[in-house]
């Protein structure tokens, strides 16, 4: 069943309560490791941003998901059980940060960094798609709003990077 917002109690539901503590989680993951990573990638290598995009998507899952529950307890806001959001907010945002960390197993940096790239814009690429289909936000703008703000972070990574 696909949600739309604004078709019932139930979907509002569902998008306040699944939809947007994930989608939180998972831009958040995946936009605010870029820079740690990048960084590491070009300063030490690929066993590096290995560990640094792991402590950093494991710190960053952990300090949203206790963002999440302890920002709201849902009975104002109806956005239902703060554990359950934070729940889900801290894990979409590991999956965020952990994706594009993975390539780094990858022990020669060209490489990781190649793939790395390729994952990162398939991660934006996903998310503007959830933005659009959950929250109605159109695909060219949710495109570039999540491209800018990933490049800016992957930038700065990038720059302290080569510094």
């Known amino acids: 069943m ?4 604004g078709h019932g109690d139930g979907d509002r539901e569902r998008i306040l309560q699944v939809v947007q503590p994930g989608l939180i989680g998972l831009i958040d993951g995946t936009i605010s490791t870029l820079a740690p990573i990048f960084a590491a990638a070009f300063l030490s290598g690929a066993r ?6 792991l402590a950093a998507s494991l710190g960053a899952a952990i300090s949203m998901g206790l963002s999440e529950a302890l920002s709201d307890d849902g009975v104002l806001s109806g956005r239902g059980s703060s554990l359950a959001r934070g729940i889900l907010t801290g894990g979409a945002t590991f999956i965020g940060g952990t994706f594009h960390t993975l390539p780094f197993l990858i022990p020669d940096i060209r490489t990781a960094l190649e793939v790395a790239y390729v994952v990162v814009a398939l991660e934006l690429v996903a998310i503007a798609v959830v933005r659009q289909r959950f929250l109605r936000v159109p695909l060219s703008r949710s495109l570039i709003q999540v491209t800018l703000g990933g490049a800016v ?9 080569h510094a």
């Open 48 to 53: 590096a941003a290995l560990l640094v995009g």
């Open 2 to 5: 696909e949600l739309e917002l």
């Open 153 to 161: 972070v992957a930038g700065v990574g990038v720059l302290i990077g």
